[in-house]
C-alpha cells in the first residue's frame, strides 16, 4: 500500500490536538472548578498538582496550530480567518491565566483578584477552544480558496452548545485529576463534582449528537444509513459502556480510573467527529487532499517531526513520572 503524506500529517495534527485537549484540558479544569473550592489550602492544593506540567501541557496547542499552518496552509488561512475573534480571545485568555497562576504566589496581597483571573482566563479559553469546534463542524463558507462569511457567523445556538459542553469536559477532567492526586476533603469535593460534571457532560455529548445530525451537511447518512450503521454505532455504545464504568469506579472510591474513564470518553468523541468531517478539513468545503502543502514540504516537515515528537513524548513522560503521586501540602512552588 502506497504511504500517503497527507493522510499521514492529518493523523499526526489529529494526535497533537486530542494530546493538547486532554492534558491542558485538565489544568484548565481546576481553573473552572476554582470557585467550588476553599481560598487558601484547597485552590493553593489544587494547583500544586499542575504546577510542574500545566506549561509543558500547551506544547500540543503549538505543535497542533503550526503543524496545521505548515501542512494545510489553506485550510490554516480559512479557518483562522473565520474564527479570528474567539482565537484572539483564547491567546490572551491563555496568557491572562499564565500571568495569575504565578503571580498570585507572589503578590497574597491581592491573591483574591488573581484567583479570579485565572477562573476567568481558564473559563474563556475553554469556550473559545469549544465554540471554534462548533463553528468548524456547523461549517464555514468558502469562496473559491478563500473565506466568505461574515464576522459573526461562529456564533450560533450550535457553537454555544459545543463551548459550554467542552468547558463542562474541561471541569470534570479537572475534578477527576484532583481525585487522582489529592486526599481528604478537597478529594471528597473533587468526587462528588466529578458525579455531577459526569452526568452534565454525557448530556453535552448526546446534545451535541443529535444537533450534528441535524446540520445541514450529510453527517446523519454516515450516522444513520446501512451498512455504515453498523460500525459508526459502536461509537455511541462504548460511549455508554464507558460512562457506565466511570460511575462504577467512582462509586468504588477507585482514583485512577475516573480519570482514564474520562480520557476514554474524549477519545470517542474525537472518534465522532472524525466519523462526521472525513475527508474534509473544512467539512463539504475543502478536504485535506486540497489544503495539503507539495509533497516535497510534508516530506521535510515529517523528518522534523519523527524527531520532534519522541523528545516532546520522552520530557513530557519523564515529567509526570518524577511528580507522579500525591501532592504535598507545600508542593512544587
Known sequence: MEFDLTIAWAMILLFAVFAYVVMDGFDLGIGILFPGLDPGGQRDKAINTVAPVWDGNETWLVLGGGGLMAAFPLAFGIIMTAVYPLVIAMVLALVFRGVAFEARWRDPSHRRWWDAAFQGGSTVAALAQGIILGALVQG??????????????????FSLLTGVSVAVGYALLGATWLVLKTEGELQARARRYASRLGVAMLAGITLVSLATVGLDYDYHHRWTTMPAVLVTAQVPLLT???????????????????????????????????VSVFPYVVPQSVT?????SPDS???????????????????????YWVFRGKVGDEGYH
Open 140 to 157: 464555514i463558507e468558502v469562496d473559491g480558496r478563500e473565506y466568505a462569511g461574515g464576522w459573526w457567523d461562529w456564533l450560533t445556538p
Open 288 to 292: 485535506i487532499q486540497e489544503a495539503a
Open 240 to 274: 455508554a459502556v464507558m460512562a457506565y464504568a466511570f460511575w462504577r469506579s467512582l462509586r468504588r472510591g477507585r482514583e485512577l480510573a475516573p480519570f482514564l474513564l474520562t480520557l476514554a470518553l474524549f477519545a470517542l468523541t474525537f472518534v465522532g467527529l472524525g
Open 297 to 319: 514540504s510534508l516530506v521535510f516537515m515529517l523528518v522534523g517531526a519523527v524527531v520532534l515528537i519522541p523528545i516532546i513524548l520522552a520530557y513530557t513522560g519523564w515529567s
